[in-house]
């Protein structure tokens, strides 16, 4: 017969643990195995060899024989909680994928992936300079930061020549002149001076003239230059060449005209203009009614702009050409506004992932 006091004491002890109980409960109830060395952890920490439900089982010898049967059904009830619970989570640890290593929960959302696009002048670029590379033209670029020699002089532009004021020029410096290029020619210089013929070279970049922004027209815009300088190269090989850039370009039915021009670096020069694509030559807004967009201006390289890089201009000749990349990517891309190029706005930009 045990006595009143030590049974109250026993009593006493036995609400501790059921109250230890119910907090484990709780903790079983909120765990989540992140990967098996937590469920490992929790496996010690709750059903190990000295772990707690053995721990607590081992009081079961001190529990008042009246008390045996509904602490024994509390005790059991704990401990299959904490089994389920094991259970549970080494099922769903195992189901995560684990083919790369990593632990991927399959069943989460998948995360977006933000795609990046590529700019309008960019793809017309690469576009431009693609057609040229498949008739074996290759890719050279020069600096945008430039001397006056490689920019006008070596082409055939003398100091107080009048096609200076053509192009309004940002000087750096004026004694030297350092410029910002006010076209993308100065490559055709540098390479004709670091190389002997045959070249054959397209120079696509960035060139800068002081105008004023507009829709229209802007500070800095970008060019591609072509170059070929070999022997017998003639007026009709440049002709041929622009032909297949803007069939391969514009397509089939688009129509080309030459007209006479002027360039200090070419004698011959002529632009060339293509039909409207817009109003197939009826007349527009965009070609300004003319039924024609000038996209392109060219001729055969002049013999003092051979002489100025020492290619003998009675042995070689060659043509060249110029044209912008904005306005055909206007044309393209059906945008009216050249400002929007520059403005980096992601609204624009992104419309062009895909293209
Ligand atoms: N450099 C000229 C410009 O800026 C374009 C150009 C015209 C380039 C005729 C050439 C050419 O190579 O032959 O407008």
Known sequence: ?????????????????IN?????????????????????????RFLGVKGIVKAIMGEMKNVPVEQKKSFGQTLNAFKMLAEAKFE??????????????????????GMPIPSGSRHPVTLMRNRIVEIFERLSFTVAEGPEIEDDWHNFTALNLDENHPARDMQDTFYLSTDPAILLRTHTSNVQIREMERSKPPIRIICPGRVYRNETISARSHCFFHQVEGLYIDENVSFADLKQTLYFFVKEMFGEDVKV????????????????DISCMLCKGSGCAVCKRTGWLE????????PNVLKNCGIDP?????FAFGMGVE?????????????LFSENDVRFLEQFSGV
């Open 327 to 339: 306005r055909p990517a206007l044309l393209k891309y059906g945008i009216t506004d050249i400002r």
């Open 88 to 109: 549970a989570e080494k099922e769903r640890i195992e189901s995560l994928n684990v083919v790369t290593g990593f632990k991927i929960d399959v069943s989460l959302p």
């Open 20 to 44: 230890q109980i119910e907090n484990y409960s709780n903790e079983i109830n909120l765990f989540t195995a992140v990967d098996t060395d937590t469920l490992e952890q929790f496996r010690i």
């Open 1 to 17: 017969m045990v006595s009143f006091a030590i049974l109250n004491y026993y009593l006493r002890i036995m609400d501790a643990i």
């Open 314 to 318: 009675e042995k070689y000749t060659g």
């Open 295 to 302: 996209i392109l201006g060219c001729g055969m390289v002049h």
């Open 257 to 272: 005209r030459f007209r006479p021009s002027y360039f200090p670096f070419t004698e011959p020069s002529a632009e060339m």
